[in-house]
T-cell receptor, first 117, second 113 residues
């Protein structure tokens, strides 16, 4: 149980275009979804936190207008990288959490490798 | 604020060696503690967790004990395998209410045959 999927797993796009990444919790309803960016030397950077039906909370230094997050339902969140540039190339990972026995546990998607040419 | 400190890697071991990856934390309240593992090119997988002091999380031969007195959650395995080669992340989530997860920087483990 507690499976999270991401789509696509890899995407290559031209500079200036927009890319949408989907994150789905397949067998549970997520109270909260998170979006991370992982840099080459493995450090994980939290970009934003989103709750269903409300606006995402962005971490300091993350551009809201560039990284659009929509959390349409308890099982789906999307991250749209708008007007992508080569420096946006990275590994993007989402996670979803729910509370079980007063403990919040995050379950991660497999990640999306974005390459901007 | 909350923080998680992991030992620098990479940790390089021979197969069947004993593994310890240190993790210490600072946090307000009573966080839950987690270890996640990331294999090359993949997302993070939950390895084990502990929700209160003195709890021991265990999975696939890995263990970690929640030590409140030393604010630590060290990961151990008695006999590593080549297939354990991965990056390991220690994390904490503050229990209750809204929270922001805090991750360590990750420790790379390389196991040689």
């Amino acid at each position: 149980g507690a499976v999270v999927s991401q789509h696509p797993s890899r995407v290559i796009c031209k500079s200036g275009t927009s890319v949408k990444i989907e994150c789905r919790s397949l067998d549970f309803q997520a109270t909260t979804m998170f979006w991370y960016r992982q840099f080459p030397k493995k450090s994980l950077m939290l970009m934003a936190t989103s709750n269903e039906g409300s606006k995402a909370t962005y971490e300091q230094g993350v551009e809201k207008d560039k990284f659009l997050i929509n959390h349409a339902s308890l099982t789906l969140s999307t991250l749209t990288v708008t007007s992508a540039h080569p420096e946006d190339s990275s590994f993007y990972i989402c996670s979803a959490s729910f509370r079980l026995a007063d403990t919040d546990t995050q379950y991660f998607g497999p990640g999306t490798r974005l390459t901007v040419l | 604020g909350n923080s998680v400190t992991q030992m620098e890697g990479p940790v390089t071991l021979s197969e069947e060696a004993f593994l310890t990856i240190n993790c210490t934390y600072t946090a307000t309240g009573y966080p839950s503690l987690f270890w996640y593992v990331q294999y090359p090119g993949e997302g993070l997988q939950l390895l084990l967790k502990a929700t209160k002091a003195d709890d021991k999380g265990s999975n696939k031969g890995f263990e970690a004990t929640y030590r409140k007195e030393t604010t630590s959650f060290h990961l151990e395995k008695g006999s590593v395998q080549v297939s354990d080669s991965a990056v390991y992340f220690c994390a904490l989530f503050r229990r209750g209410g809204s929270y922001i997860p805090t991750f360590g920087r990750g420790t790379s483990l390389i196991v040689h045959p």
